[in-house]
C-alpha cells in the first residue's frame, strides 16, 4: 500500500500564533522524557520565526519543527511529533533529509544525533561551534562539546548541516584540525576559570 503523503506548510509572523496550542502539545509529548527547554508558549513565537506544520490524515497536525534565521542561514530549533506512528514516522524521515540542505543546520543530541548521522549528515568541527552559536562551549571530541542548556543542564551535542561559510566534515572520519580543536578547548578551560574568579569574587564583596 502506498503511504500518504504528508502535507507540510511553512508558517511564519502572525500566523504562527493559530498554530500555537497544537505545537505546544506536541513539544511536551516529545521532550517529556528529556526536558523542555521552553518555559511557556510565547517563547516560541519570540525565538523562533520559521514554523513547518505538518499535516496527516484528515489534515491533522502531526509534527512540527521551528527554526530561526541566523545570519548562518536557518537553524533549526526544536521538532517533533503528536506520537502517532504516522507523526514519528514523518519526523524521523525529515530529519534524514533536513540537514542536508544548504543553509540548515542545528544542534542534535541523544536518539536524535543517532538518526541524523546514521543518514550521513555533514558535521561541524567543534572549534568552529562557537563562532555559528555566538557562545562558548566545553569540546568533548572533534565533533561534539556540552554546553549548558537552560531548564535541562549540561548536555552533550553535535552541530550538524550546512551552516553558510563554514566547513564541514564527515562524522565517521572528522577532518578536524588538531591545533583549532586545542586551542578551543583552551579558550573554554580559560573561560571557566575566569567564571569561577569572578564568582568567587562576587560572593566576597
Request: charged fraction near 25%.
Amino acid at each position: 500500500m502506498r503511504r500518504r503523503a504528508v502535507a507540510e506548510i511553512e508558517v511564519r509572523g502572525a500566523a504562527r500564533r493559530e498554530h500555537l496550542a497544537v505545537v505546544w502539545s506536541m513539544l511536551h509529548a516529545t521532550y517529556k522524557e528529556i526536558g523542555v527547554k521552553v518555559s511557556s508558549p510565547e517563547e516560541l513565537l519570540q525565538d523562533y520565526d520559521v514554523w513547518v506544520i505538518a499535516k496527516g490524515k484528515e489534515n491533522r497536525p502531526i509534527g512540527f519543527y521551528l527554526m530561526k534565521t541566523t545570519p548562518f542561514g536557518i537553524k533549526m530549533g526544536l521538532g517533533g511529533s503528536d506520537g502517532s506512528a504516522e507523526g514519528k514516522g514523518h519526523a524521523i524521515r525529515q530529519l534524514r533529509t533536513l540537514f542536508q540542505r544548504p543553509g540548515v543546520y542545528g544542534e542534535v543530541s541523544h536518539k536524535v544525533r543517532d538518526f541524523v548521522l546514521a543518514a550521513g549528515t555533514p558535521v561541524v568541527c567543534v572549534a568552529h561551534v562557537p563562532k555559528v552559536l555566538g557562545k562558548s562551549v566545553t569540546p568533548v571530541s572533534e565533533i561534539d562539546y556540552e554546553r549548558e542548556i537552560s531548564g535541562v543542564g549540561r548536555v552533550v551535542k553535535t552541530l550538524v548541516g550546512n551552516p553558510r561559510g563554514i566547513p564541514t566534515t564527515e562524522w565517521r572520519r572528522p577532518s578536524c584540525s588538531r591545533q583549532a580543536v586545542e586551542e578551543s578547548l583552551r579558550e573554554a578551560v580559560q573561560a571557566r576559570v575566569v567564571a569561577k574568579l569572578l564568582a568567587h569574587g562576587v560572593r566576597q564583596a
